[in-house]
C-alpha cells in the first residue's frame, strides 16, 4: 500500500512539473472586474471585413497563442494558460447567436465533439461582437448580399439581435444563445473592447485547436466538422506534441562557462527564436538557429520581463519566461 501511495505522489508530482506552468508570449490586457454597464467599443470594431479574409486574420497556424482572461456569464474568470495546466488539447470558439452559418456550424458539431472526445479535450466557446444584428450597418463585416441574406435569414427563425451597446447586453445575448441551442460547454464573455475578437479574430466563427503547450495545431476560417474531428484525432494520437519531455525540451539556465542565462537547445536541433515583450511586440528573432547553446545576453533587450518562444525542427514549441536585468 505504501509503494503505491508513493507511487501516486511521484506521478503527481511529476505531472505538476510538467504541466503546472504553461508560459505564453504574453497576455493581452484584461481588467479585473467588468461593470454591466461598461460600454461596447465600436470604434475599434466596426470595419469592413472581407469574408475571405477570416482565414488570414488572428493568430497564424504554428504560432503560440497570447494568454487572456475573459467571464462568463456568472462573471468567473477563466485564463487560458492555467486551463492548459490540465495538459489537454484547447478548442477556441467564436460565437454570436446572431450568425446563421455559426448556429448551423454549433449545433452539428459541438455535441459530435463532446460525444467523440469526451475528457480528451477542453472546449470554450467565445460570445463576441454580433456578427448579423437586426441592423445591417452595425455588421462588423462586409456590407455584401451575404449580410442581408443573413438577416433575412435570423428573421425567418425569429431571432432578432441587436448589436450590444453595454456590457450587459453582451452576457443577455450569450445567455440567449445557450437557452436557445442547449449549449452545455463554457461560454465565455469578450471583453467590452472586443480583446479576443480583435486578436484571435475577427471573424464569426473561426477556432483554434491548442496544444497543451499553447500552439495553435489548426486554425480554422469556420468551424468545421470533418477537419476539426480528423485534426483532434491526429493531435491526440502525437506524443511528442501531447506531452512535454522535460529532458528533451529548450531550457533557461546559468552557462558554467559564461556565467551567463543561456538558452539550450536539445543537440542536432534547428530552431526559430522570437522574443515578446509586454507590449505583444517581437522585440529580437533568430530566424535559423543551430547551435545549442545561446548567450541570452546578447540580444541587447532594454530591462523587463518577456516571454520567449522556440519552435523546434521536430514540430514542438515551447514558451518560457525570461527577464532581463539592467
Not at 86 to 106: D, N
Not at 136 to 150: F, K, M
Request: hydrophobic share 40%.
Amino acid at each position: 500500500m505504501k509503494n503505491k501511495a508513493y507511487a501516486l505522489l511521484l506521478f503527481l508530482f511529476i505531472s505538476k512539473q510538467i504541466f503546472a506552468q504553461v508560459a505564453l508570449p504574453y497576455s493581452l490586457s484584461s481588467p479585473s472586474f467588468i461593470s454591466d454597464t461598461t460600454r461596447i467599443d465600436f470604434h475599434k470594431t466596426l470595419n469592413t471585413i472581407p469574408q475571405g479574409a477570416f482565414v488570414r486574420c488572428g493568430i497564424p497556424q504554428g504560432e503560440v497563442a497570447p494568454d487572456f482572461v475573459l467571464y462568463d456569464n456568472l462573471g468567473t474568470p477563466f485564463r487560458l494558460s492555467e486551463l492548459l495546466t490540465e495538459g489537454k488539447p484547447v478548442l477556441l470558439v467564436a460565437v454570436s447567436y446572431s450568425c446563421p452559418r455559426m448556429r448551423k456550424s454549433i449545433t452539428e458539431v459541438l455535441s459530435m465533439l463532446q460525444k467523440k472526445f469526451g475528457e480528451q479535450i477542453n472546449i470554450r466557446l467565445v460570445y463576441t461582437i454580433e456578427a448579423h444584428p437586426t441592423l445591417a450597418q452595425e455588421c462588423p463585416y462586409s456590407e455584401d448580399t451575404a449580410v442581408q441574406e443573413a438577416i433575412q435569414k435570423n428573421q425567418e427563425e425569429g431571432i432578432y439581435v441587436s448589436q450590444a451597446k453595454t456590457y450587459f447586453d453582451r452576457k443577455k445575448e450569450a445567455a440567449q444563445f445557450i437557452k436557445a441551442l442547449g449549449i452545455t460547454v463554457p461560454v465565455l464573455i469578450d471583453n467590452p473592447d472586443n480583446v479576443w475578437w480583435r486578436n484571435f479574430g475577427p471573424a464569426p466563427n473561426n477556432a483554434y485547436l491548442l496544444t497543451p503547450s499553447g500552439v495553435v495545431y489548426r486554425k480554422y476560417a469556420w468551424l468545421d466538422k470533418i477537419a476539426s474531428t480528423k485534426d483532434i484525432s491526429v493531435l491526440l494520437n502525437n506524443e511528442s506534441l501531447m506531452t512535454k519531455n522535460v529532458e528533451t525540451s529548450p531550457t533557461i539556465t546559468i552557462s558554467k562557462t559564461t556565467g551567463n542565462e543561456t538558452l539550450f537547445i536539445p543537440t542536432g536541433m534547428n530552431y526559430v527564436i522570437k522574443v515578446y515583450n509586454k507590449a505583444e511586440l517581437v522585440v529580437f528573432k533568430i530566424q535559423y538557429g543551430t547551435k545549442s547553446e545561446f548567450d541570452l545576453s546578447t540580444m541587447m533587450v532594454p530591462e523587463g520581463d518577456y516571454g520567449l518562444v522556440v519552435w523546434l525542427s521536430d514540430g514542438t514549441a515551447s514558451c518560457l519566461p525570461y527577464h532581463q536585468e539592467k
